[in-house]
Structure formats: C-alpha cells, structure tokens
C-alpha cells in the first residue's frame, strides 16, 4: 500500500508565503514524477508543478517566478514553495506521483488527500 502524506497549507496573506510537502510512503519500487495540482471552488483541477527524478521541473505559466518545486529522491517528498501569494491561489492542493509499487509492473500515479491553501486579508 502506498500513501502520499501532504503538509503545509493554511491560511496566508496576499503576498505571504507557504511551502507544501508530499511525502510518499509504503511499498514503493521507484518513483518518476512528482507533482502539484490544484482545484479552486467551481474550477477544474489544474498542474501547478512537476519535478522529475532527475530534476527537470514544469510549471504552470501562472505560478512561475513565484512557485519552486523541489524534490528529496531519498526521501520520497516533493516540495512546493509558494511566495508571493495571490488570492487567485486558493485551493486544495493536491500531491502526484508516478510511481510503481514492489509488485507492480508498471508506474501509475497516485494522490494524496489535499491540503488547502487560502490567501486572504
């Protein structure tokens, strides 16, 4: 069984900052991509980061310059620093990762249960 495990969410200011982790967990072989994404009330969850193994990274045109994703491989957990807030930020954020299990045969991914992020005066 594997579990990814999310911290750091809470309420912040405009132009505040917060860092989220995702630590994965369980019986995992490997992992390939780790990642954010996001869900804002009547909106469609959408990709705010990804960082490869290797460390490539993709984010989403609206956070760049302000959202850095990071990764520890050692310990399975994605990072998500979050400077500069804006109050269009708000959302449950959600952790991936593309992973395959001790008994898998293949990668798939999985989630985690959300956090929520809210940016208000």
């Known amino acids: 069984q594997v579990q990814l495990v999310e911290s750091g969410g809470g309420l912040v200011q405009p132009g505040g900052s917060l860092r989220l982790s995702c630590a994965a967990s369980g019986s995992i072989f490997s992992i390939n991509a780790m990642g954010w994404y996001r869900r804002a009330p009547g909106k469609e969850r959408e990709l705010v980061a990804t960082?490869?193994?290797?460390?490539?990274?993709n984010l989403a045109d609206s956070v760049k310059g302000r959202f850095t994703i990071s990764r520890d491989n050692a310990k399975n957990t994605v990072y998500l620093q979050m400077n500069s807030l804006k109050p269009e930020d708000t959302a449950g954020y959600y952790c991936n990762a593309h992973l395959r299990t001790v008994w898998g045969r293949s990668h798939s991914d999985y989630w985690g249960q959300g956090t929520q992020v809210t940016v208000s005066s």
């Open positions: 960082i490869t193994n290797g460390g490539l990274t």
